[in-house]
T-cell receptor, first 111, second 115 residues
Framework: DAKTTQPPSMDCAEGRAANLPCNHS???????VYWYRQIHSQGPQYIIH???NNETNEMASLIITEDRKSSTLILPHATLRDTAVYYC????????????FGAGTRLAVHP | EAGVTQFPSHSVIEKGQTVTLRCDPI?????LYWYRRVMGKEIKFLLH????????ESGMPNNRFLAERTGGTYSTLKVQPAELEDSGVYFC?????????????FGSGTRLTVV
């Protein structure tokens, strides 16, 4: 599975968009980009995933560059409840399904 | 549907004692995973059950840890004897057969403190 690089921490004002970057320059053609987050005192939570097209769901949008070497998770209107550690994970869709978490990005949303 | 349930939510035990953590997955989920985060470290995979069979136990730290999933329903993770470095949060997750990692649902975890 490809290695990912994320900034250790970010801040965002409540109501503004939070843009969390992830670099995955060694990604292979059949590896997906997944995003999870962990809110304090809860288990990790799936957010979104994509292969090469941009994706959007009720929680977030995922923008993947054309060369697929990086991606950005966008929380369009961040709330205080979005304060969490966000993990970018690159993985084949098949095979064993264990998650390999890195250090992630600690996002602090402030009033 | 009910989520993944873990208990106890907190456990404080003395070094050398035995502790058993339990995980009840979502009904119908064949896949069950255990992960843990020890102090200051990243979340690490421990093992993966498919129904009652251990599919991958490559993350189990040593033979003080024993995981079971009798009947393919709930799972237990026993630590015997517990050491100080076992302190951390233990997470359980489940998913349906054939679902990718987007299908994971995690429990809230058991916070284990060994003193």
């Amino acid at each position: 599975d490809a290695k990912t690089t994320q900034p250790p921490s970010m801040d965002c004002a409540e109501g503004r968009a939070a843009n969390l970057p992830c670099n995955h320059s060694t990604i292979s053609g059949n590896e997906y980009v997944y995003w999870y987050r962990q809110i304090h005192s809860q288990g990790p939570q799936y957010i979104i995933h994509g292969l090469k097209n941009n994706e959007t769901n009720e929680m977030a949008s995922l923008i993947i560059t054309e060369d697929r070497k990086s991606s950005t998770l966008i929380l369009p209107h961040a709330t205080l409840r979005d304060t969490a550690v966000y993990y970018c994970i690159v993985k084949f869709s098949g095979g064993y399904n264990k998650l390999i978490f890195g250090a992630g990005t600690r996002l602090a949303v402030h009033p | 549907e009910a989520g993944v349930t873990q208990f106890p939510s907190h456990s404080v035990i003395e070094k050398g004692q035995t502790v058993t953590l339990r995980c009840d997955p979502i009904s119908g989920h064949d896949n069950l995973y255990w992960y843990r985060r020890v102090m200051g470290k990243e979340i690490k995979f421990l093992l993966h059950f498919v129904k009652e069979s251990k599919q991958d136990e490559s993350g189990m730290p040593n033979n003080r840890f024993l995981a079971e999933r009798t009947g393919g329903t709930y799972s237990t993770l026993k630590v015997q004897p517990a050491e100080l470095e076992d302190s951390g949060v233990y997470f359980c997750a489940s998913s349906r057969a054939g679902q990718g990692i987007y299908g994971y649902t995690f429990g809230s975890g058991t916070r284990l403190t060994v003193v």
